[in-house]
């Protein structure tokens, strides 16, 4: 019998029954993935997850398969044109014309007009077929090595058998719920090469610009299927992955091995990002934990201790500037790399989940209120 871990993630706990599936979702899965966003005046001001640049024009991404952009630095938005209405989680653009939206139904969005308008490559129903024919290979393999091991081998390649079997059999029975699990997050290092993150262990990757996709969770060291939140990179090209449990994961050759790292906390993290200096990254999440690591992950620091308020995403500006923002409108601001934070929370205490710098001194929000800016960000500490 499959043993459903619940959802201890999400894009800030206040978000949890709108971030991650429910049964009422699941029902018209099928229909949100087919149904183009219905224009709406409000796509701005309503909950969007992310936000990125795409050359001097800024894209969000949120509730309902919204998509709005900006080419006035944040004073106006437009609605983009998108094929779903699923929650979008996820952005990430290559360079001014090519990026990818992930979000529910394991969707997958790109553009090639630097968000104007957008196709999808990608959804549940594909990663479905591409688990199920993974865990069945598995198991043939394994099939294979038990019938030719010797009697010193067998025992624990039986044992390998049974999982691989429970596992290809849980696969299948996903399969006939629909397009019910999400990805939360997505990262591209260049506009061919790309990776997405999800529940239950959803991971995929790209090579020719989203055109095919693999499904490379077994490259994973996370046999539990813990849920993946977030995926970056640090500007010496190492990569991370954090999660449910506190996984943290770190690849030292662009995604080709992975290394499971010793984590510094047993909850949750959510998000991960970088200082702009090589081998400095942040890992951060549930309740206010944040942790902070010189070297690429080998020992963590713990920063910010004072906060409870759960920390979702973080973006990093000139001269040791970082932002972390997260529930209950919570602003932490950094100008020392992320060593020490001060704490400024937003006075509507709307939630937060997603930040971008757009100068030394202005800072774009967005979250449960949609697209804001705030002013006066450099004089923060």
Do not use: C
Request: charged share 20%; hydrophobic share 45%; glycine share 12%.
């Amino acid at each position: 019998m499959k043993v459903m871990k619940p959802f201890a993630r999400g894009v800030g706990a206040i978000l949890l029954g709108v971030v991650l599936a429910s049964p009422s979702w699941a029902g018209r899965a099928g229909d949100v993935l087919e149904s183009e966003a219905v224009p709406s005046d409000m796509a701005a001001l309503s909950l969007l997850l992310d936000v990125e640049k795409a050359g001097s024009r800024l894209v969000a991404v949120g509730v309902r398969g919204h998509i709005v952009y900006s080419d006035d630095d944040g004073k106006t938005w437009a609605q983009a044109k998108v094929p779903v209405q699923v929650l979008l989680t996820g952005l990430s653009f290559a360079d001014a014309q090519n990026g990818w939206a992930v979000g529910h139904g394991a969707v997958i969005l790109r553009t090639r007009d630097g968000g104007l308008t957008w196709e999808k490559v990608f959804d549940g129903n594909k990663a479905n077929s591409d688990v199920i024919e993974a865990a069945r290979r598995l198991v043939t393999e394994l099939e294979e090595k038990v019938a030719n091991a010797s009697d010193a081998e067998r025992g624990d390649l039986e044992y390998q058998l049974e999982e691989a079997t429970f596992a290809a059999e849980d696969a299948e029975a996903d399969s006939e719920a629909g397009a019910t699990k999400p990805l939360l997050d997505v990262w591209f290092r260049n506009a061919n090469e790309g990776y997405v993150v999800g529940a239950y262990g959803l991971y995929f990757g790209t090579k020719d610009g989203g055109e095919s996709w693999q499904y490379l969770a077994p490259t994973l060291p996370n046999p539990d299927h813990f849920h993946l939140n977030a995926i970056n990179a640090l500007a010496d090209g190492t990569m991370f992955i954090v999660g449910e449990a506190g996984q943290i994961f770190r690849s030292v050759d662009q995604g080709a091995t992975w290394s499971k790292m010793e984590s510094p906390y047993e909850g949750s993290l959510f998000g991960v990002n970088g200082t702009g200096i090589p081998g400095q990254v942040l890992a951060f999440g549930l309740r206010g934990n944040a942790f902070r690591s010189e070297d690429n992950g080998v020992s963590w620091v713990e920063v910010a201790k004072e906060i409870t308020e759960t920390l979702m995403s973080g973006t990093v500006g000139d001269a040791g500037r970082l932002v972390l923002v997260g529930n209950s409108g919570m602003l932490l601001v950094s100008s020392n790399g992320g060593q020490t934070f001060g704490a400024h929370p937003r006075e509507d205490r709307m939630s937060l989940t997603g930040a971008l710098f757009l100068s030394a001194d202005r800072l774009l929000l967005v979250g449960e209120g949609g697209v804001s800016v705030i002013r006066g960000i450099a004089q923060l500490n």
